[in-house]
Nanobody
Framework: QVQLVESGGGLVQPGGSLRLSCAAS????????MSWYRQAPGKERELVAG????????NYADSVKGRFTISRDNAKNTVHLQMNSLKPEDTAVYYC????????????WGKGTLVTVSS
């Protein structure tokens, strides 16, 4: 059974930091590109950061470049998102995504973790 379980969300003041984690099981983690998405109230889900299957390349939304860092540990089947200098506009539910492109596209999603940035 495929599972992606996010953790690490919570309430943080502007300028603070949080580290999100996603624990994967039920599939071959090292074969999948991993990403973090977020969805703020009333807005569409957007890509925050992604990392390739071997961890050799990462990409970020312009809004988080220089503040967020994505990393993965293929030995532990985990992916992390280090979020620094948080802003109120970072408030959203953050989702972990696993993606693999073969003859078709395979996508797995976690249930999300809420991040609230507020004073």
């Amino acid at each position: 059974q495929v599972q992606l379980v996010e953790s690490g969300g919570g309430l943080v003041q502007p300028g603070g930091s949080l580290r999100l984690s996603c624990a994967a099981s039920g599939f071959t983690f090292s074969f999948y590109d991993m990403s973090w998405y977020r969805q703020a109230p009333g807005k569409e889900r957007e890509l925050v950061a992604g990392i390739t299957s071997a961890g050799g390349s990462a990409n970020y939304a312009d809004s988080v470049k220089g503040r967020f860092t994505i990393s993965r540990d293929n030995a532990k089947n985990t992916v992390h998102l280090q979020m620094n200098s948080l802003k109120p506009e970072d408030t959203a539910v953050y989702y972990c995504n696993a993606r693999r492109v073969l003859a078709n596209i395979i996508n797995y999603w976690g249930k999300g973790t809420l991040v609230t940035v507020s004073s």
